[in-house]
């Protein structure tokens, strides 16, 4: 009977992809991982297979953790509320290794080397935006925002947005917040 591992493995996926997320694929190296997990090489081949395995939990947990958020704050506040506060919530997050979208980050790190995980950010920011489309449709629905407006439209121009303003809070002599709070005011006046 094989042995059970002593570690927790969300962990070491969230662990990593903070470390993936704050250096970027290339700029982390085996040896790195292997410090931030405290894994030695055959440990953590045993338990991710390679770096790529890796960063490719690290994405998809990134990702499945923004639409819990994004989920969360439409189920407590409504469709247009949620898309107000969802960059203020991505920007105050203290926690968080880098301002950037770690699924941004990737596509353009790695998109022009043809690497499947760039393909797989890119799977994943499509994803956002149609949930995006989906709360830009519930608030039509509900009278909220312009009917005759194109939901897909309007989630790609969010998105598109909140990347730019993500990118920008990276800067350290902009006020990320101020600017958040803006980019907030403008959803639902479409």
């Known amino acids: 009977m094989p042995r059970k591992p002593g570690y927790d493995r969300n962990d070491l996926i969230n662990r990593a992809r903070d470390l993936f997320w704050r250096q970027g694929w290339a700029g982390t190296s085996l040896k790195d991982l292997e410090a931030e997990l405290q894994m030695k090489p055959g440990s953590f081949y045993a338990a991710f297979g ?40 991505v920007l105050k997050n203290p926690s968080a290794p880098a301002r950037a979208c770690m699924l941004s980050r990737t596509l353009l790190e790695l998109q022009a080397h043809e690497h499947p995980l760039a393909d797989r950010a890119s799977d994943h920011l499509r994803g956002m935006e149609e949930q995006f489309a989906t709360l830009f449709t519930e608030a039509q629905s509900r009278g909220e925002i312009d009917p005759t407006l194109d939901p897909k439209k309007l989630a790609r121009k969010y998105q598109s947005d909140l990347m730019g303003l993500r990118v920008t809070a990276e800067r350290r002599d902009v006020d990320a917040l101020a600017l958040a709070s803006e980019f907030a005011e403008t959803v639902g006046r479409t």
């Open 50 to 89: 390679s770096k790529d395995a890796l960063y490719g939990l690290a994405l998809d947990q990134y990702a499945s953790d923004g639409a819990a958020r994004l989920h969360a704050l439409a189920g407590e506040h409504g469709p247009v509320e949620a898309l107000r506060r969802f960059p203020l919530e």
